[in-house]
T-cell receptor, first 116, second 114 residues
Framework: DSGVTQTPKHLITATGQRVTLRCSPR?????VYWYQQSLDQGLQFLIQ???????AKGNILERFSAQQFPDLHSELNLSSLELGDSALYFC???????????????FGPGTRLTVL | GENVEQHPSTLSVQEGDSAVIKCTYS??????FPWYKQELGKGPQLIID?????GEKKDQRIAVTLNKTAKHFSLHITETQPEDSAVYFC?????????????FGSGTRLSIRP
């Protein structure tokens, strides 16, 4: 158990809908990262927040947005869903800015999104 | 930008044999190289990492070697066991602290044959 929690574990919805994925980082971690993993694909970085502020953006679609709240939990909002958005969505957390090589990223168990 | 190549994409070895997975990167400023293991239905978990001031690090049956000159690092698993079957990802962080993120390799699916 990494200490990172994600809800829900599974989500099934229809095209055109909007969903919200939730992540609670490990206690004490200030950074939250969101990744998308499609079938047989690697991890695609979406966005990073550090202590409530957006710090880095990857290939995140305009239909997707995220935020980190004062209690440091984060939500990823996916709207106007398309079939191709079906994937595993992972949240990770770290104490600081893991990209600098100072901190380790710890991943949650993921949310499996299925768009029908 | 940073480019990370991971090989092979799939690997099947006999139980008890060794497995080696290699990653190459392009940014010479990178100085931290973690490896993650992802079991079916779970998130990636850090299994070993190495910093650029050392060339090799071992943890029981797992080792990572780093060649900074050639810009590649490898994961070595010895005496493989069935529970080693998983997808393994290398990762390379950007070398600066602002707008930082980690670039993951494309993954290697390791299967251990009984």
């Amino acid at each position: 158990d990494s200490g990172v929690t994600q809800t829900p574990k599974h989500l099934i919805t229809a095209t055109g809908q909007r969903v919200t994925l939730r992540c609670s980082p490990r206690s004490g971690d200030l950074s939250v990262y969101w990744y998308q993993q499609s079938l047989d694909q690697g991890l695609q970085f979406l966005i990073q927040y550090y202590n409530g502020e957006e710090r880095a953006k990857g290939n995140i679609l305009e239909r997707f947005s995220a935020q980190q709240f004062p209690d440091l939990h984060s939500e990823l909002n996916l709207s106007s869903l398309e079939l191709g958005d079906s994937a595993l969505y992972f949240c990770a957390s770290s104490v600081g800015l893991a990209g600098a090589g100072r901190d380790t990223q710890y991943f949650g168990p993921g949310t499996r999104l299925t768009v029908l | 930008g940073e480019n990370v190549e991971q090989h092979p994409s799939t690997l099947s070895v006999q139980e008890g044999d060794s497995a080696v997975i290699k990653c190459t990167y392009s940014d010479s400023a990178s100085n931290y190289f973690p490896w993650y293991k992802q079991e079916l239905g779970k998130g990636p978990q850090l299994i070993i990492d190495i910093r650029s001031n050392v060339g090799e690090k071992k943890d029981q049956r797992i080792a990572v070697t780093l060649n900074k000159t050639a810009k590649h690092f490898s994961l070595h698993i010895t005496e493989t066991q069935p529970e080693d079957s998983a997808v393994y990802f290398c990762a390379v962080p950007r070398g600066y602290s602002s707008a930082s993120k980690i670039i993951f390799g494309s993954g290697t699916r390791l299967s251990i044959r009984p």
